[in-house]
């Protein structure tokens, strides 16, 4: 069975700052939306494999054409 | 643990100079992944590449590395702790966590600079990554150097402790 400490010499503790709260709330969030993002795919795969096509063979894949003129 | 005041000077002068340098690297590196993302020319999209690999090994990492370190023993040389502060605290899990992500994401960068370097042809599709993944550094940092100014009230439990202890120890010795 816990007991609380009462310590008479020392004020109580104030509390945790609003600004530590919300600084911890959108902390967490964002956390949450970075993990949904790379673990349900909704964000498409994460590192270099996401721009390389499926069948190709790893290491030997050519990089995606830009699409613009070569000098 | 306290230092003097001339060396709690120059760790202040280097934390400083790291983080605001590593600050400025990430808003050069941006502008490298803008520029290559808005570029028509498969050579300048070549190039970024090439030179954010540059940026991120050799000045970015670097200087988030020294950034961390200098922080940690910063906050531990002085009366202000790593942990008895929230705004101390705050801004050494938001350096950790943003170091982290650096560390992680910079293989990603060197295998397109790679392909950039060996072929004729650009990635521009890795570059929106790069705008997610730098924009975002630079929001961390922001932040960070924004609490480093205001450093808002708030003890930690830790703090209050051990603030209280000192003052029962050393009643004219607050810091």
């Known amino acids: ?71 | 643990m306290s230092m003097t005041p001339g060396l709690r000077k120059f760790v202040l002068t280097a934390h400083v100079i790291s983080s605001v340098g590593w600050l400025g690297a990430v808003v050069a590196y941006l502008a490298l992944a803008v520029a290559a993302l808005t570029s028509a020319d498969a050579q300048m999209v070549r190039a970024a590449w090439i030179a954010m690999e540059l940026t991120g090994w050799f000045v970015i990492v670097p200087l988030a590395l020294a950034s961390l370190l200098i922080g940690v023993v910063n906050a531990l040389g002085t009366p202000w702790g790593l942990f008895r502060h929230y705004w101390v605290l705050v801004k050494f899990l938001l350096t950790v966590f943003a170091t982290i992500i650096l560390l992680l994401h910079m293989p990603t960068v060197s295998y397109f600079a790679g392909v950039a370097a060996r072929t004729d042809s650009a990635n521009v599709f890795g570059l929106r990554g790069e705008l997610i993944h730098a924009g975002g550094g630079l929001l961390v940092l922001l932040v960070t150097a924004t609490l480093s100014v205001y450093k808002p009230r708030g003890m930690t439990p830790y703090g209050w402790r051990k603030e209280h202890e000192q003052r029962k120890a050393s009643p004219s010795n607050s810091p």
């Open chain 1, 1 to 71: 069975m816990s007991q609380t400490q009462v310590r008479p010499d020392r004020p109580p503790y104030p509390g945790t700052p609003r600004w530590v709260k919300v600084f911890g709330i959108i902390g967490i969030v964002l956390v949450l939306v970075v993990v949904i993002i790379m673990f349900t795919g909704v964000g498409g795969k994460h590192g270099p494999d996401r721009h390389i096509p499926s069948g190709a063979p790893s290491g030997h894949t050519p990089p995606i054409e830009n699409g613009v003129q070569q000098p």
